[in-house]
DNA sequence: CTGTTAGCGCATTCAT
DNA sequence: ATGAATGCGCTAACAG
């Protein structure tokens, strides 16, 4: 507190912190950085970074942006900010890349493939250095608009078959086949399935997991009794499951193509006056956060996804450094939770 | 695609859409402004926007923001992403200012002053237009610092007693009160409490409430039967339950600061072999997502927190408009949620 | 070791 | 209605 100055000061640049200390502008800017700093005389430097002080000089990284074309910035665009499977995979995600310096611009499509797009250019248009989504769709064609800029892009959680772009996903057929696995040990021969939606890739492939599942066992693969949700919500969870039920009423057993899908089954069973898992058996799809201390506990198919956010993170990267490098897929894999929504059939 | 390109393009400037459409850089980039566009014939405009077209030329915001002073972006720092409330209140925050236009930095502080005093001057330094701290903790002077910057601040959920920043909170106080009030009314004399930090204002003022709401019907106040959490987490919840049953064994209420402290109580419940509600009613705070599925429902207060959030973002909006503009403090009332962690006192 | 110069991509005065 | 010129704050050659 060298002057005593109005409340609001305007931003020091390294003009003026050049003339507090008596040098040349473009000596501040060396030694500001690591990485030249090393180029300028001791005693200089000693006066540059009292100016700096005495001036409170932070350098303006839009600034640094525009000249090195590096924003320091990454967006993560995300289909819902309220699927707390989301948030985790938000937090390894932003976690790694705060470790290395970025910033993260964090965008929340709402299911839209319309808002996703329009994020996807306003990031861009921000200049940053790539962009993981969480949210693509299959027909997501915005997402290759993006890779046509050169800007790097990794797909997290979800995938794009096409398999252009670097991803992470889990093992989804392996997660259907470790909730069939389970339920058909308990005794379940009539295993219903709530498929996410069929536009993206675990939707799809958690449906086919439960498909091949089956039939490895020789059990009947009946299309009447799966059925899709539009969305991953609780509430589109229960209106699939209704639907279901509607269609059949002989089975002991569902597996939810995610947990929140599962929460809705329960929410059906509940105004059927059905209980679970006396009555059926569900089985989710991700283990979010709290889902054992549901009630009935969820069993479900543990999903890392933390780890998964941060292995996208480390894609994404890898590509910064790189943009040429071949897109890489990782497949995480999952386990079983046993819990409290299984129970051995007794039909 | 009129000409057969690379892969990866070069993103055009308005100097090559300016080449092409031939008419000089300020021309085109009067086109590009809505404000400024009525200034250009209306056949040259029709030739930029072919060249726009053809180039697919995207503006610069990096460059905009540096000639501009307007980066379109502010920060939102949370003290924890794994914390289902804190996300809501994102939420609600992101929705109203990507409404506004802006694009929302995010900043995972995970509980430490150090970090979120780091996200503050990242984010600082890339221009944000304004701040949204919902991690404010009394003795932050790096909150200070930004302010200093004239770099509008909003805080959200939490405050700070001196009340210099713009800020939006629940009725902590009530919420205690409704929380009293309820257990008051099932019966319970010897009510503990599992109180937040401290630091942060509503661990303080949901303490003082507590003990205020318990004065005015005469009843005791013993700081004994208080238990404050370093953190605002399940464990930290449990941690604290138990200090409070190792001086305490004759409560038959808890009232804890927030619904994962109350977590950790009933976590801390079955430790001992204690049922909720038969043997200790429990009544958490704002009412997270799922708090009502799980086992047992959690009665607790409900706090609005995307609302908060939205108002978070209308604050700080208002800020950026009118720097000078005094500030404000907006209080949300709470209300309670009865379900079934709380029963009748029976002893 | 330090100063000079030249932009990064854009908006905005000022001329014309 | 459009072109010319200037500079936002910074880095990165290039000289000296």
Redesign the pocket.
């Known amino acids: 507190m060298s002057t005593t100055q109005s409340d609001r000061q305007v931003?020091a640049?390294?003009?003026d912190v050049a003339r507090v200390a008596?040098?040349?502008?473009?000596?501040v800017?060396?030694a500001?950085?690591v990485e030249?700093r090393s180029?300028?005389?001791a005693d200089?430097?000693a006066r540059v970074l009292q100016a700096v002080d005495e001036l409170d000089?932070?350098?303006?990284q839009t600034?640094?942006a525009?000249?090195?074309?590096r924003s320091l910035s990454v967006g993560v665009i995300v289909p819902d900010l309220l699927n707390p499977m989301i948030v985790q995979m938000i937090g390894g995600i932003e976690g790694r890349l705060g470790e290395a310096g970025y910033l993260v611009l964090l965008g929340n499509s709402n299911h839209s493939d319309e808002r996703a797009k329009l994020f996807l250019e306003t990031m861009s248009a921000h200049q940053v250095e790539g962009i993981i989504s969480t949210a693509a769709t299959e027909d997501d064609d915005a997402l290759r608009d993006i890779a046509r800029f050169g800007r790097p892009l990794v797909l997290a959680n979800r995938s794009m078959t096409s398999g252009s772009f670097s991803s992470v996903v889990p093992d989804d057929q392996q997660c259907s086949e470790l909730a069939i696995e389970h339920l058909v040990a308990l005794g379940h021969q009539r295993i219903g399935h709530i498929a996410g939606p069929p536009t993206v890739s675990n939707g799809l492939l958690r449906r086919r997991g439960y498909e091949v599942a089956l039939a490895r066992r020789g059990m009947p693969v009946r299309s009447e009794r799966v059925q899709a949700a539009v969305r991953y919500t609780v509430e589109e969870g229960e209106r699939a499951c209704e639907k279901l039920f509607a269609r059949c009423n002989d089975l002991t057993a569902i597996y939810a193509g995610n947990d929140l899908l599962a929460i809705g089954c329960l929410d059906a069973l509940a105004r059927r006056g059905l209980h679970c898992p006396e009555d059926i058996s569900i089985v989710g799809c991700n283990d979010m956060p709290f889902s054992g201390r549901f009630d009935p506990p969820l069993t479900t198919i543990h999903v890392p996804l933390a780890e998964l956010g941060e292995i996208a993170a480390d894609l994404l990267l890898e590509l910064i450094v790189d943009h040429r490098r071949e897109p890489r897929h990782v497949i995480v894999d999952p386990y079983l939770v046993v819990r409290g929504s299984t129970a051995p059939a007794l039909r």
């Open positions: 931003p640049t390294l003009r008596r040098v040349h502008l473009s000596t800017s060396r500001m950085n030249t180029l300028v005389n200089t430097l000089y932070r350098p303006n600034a640094r525009l000249r090195m074309k």
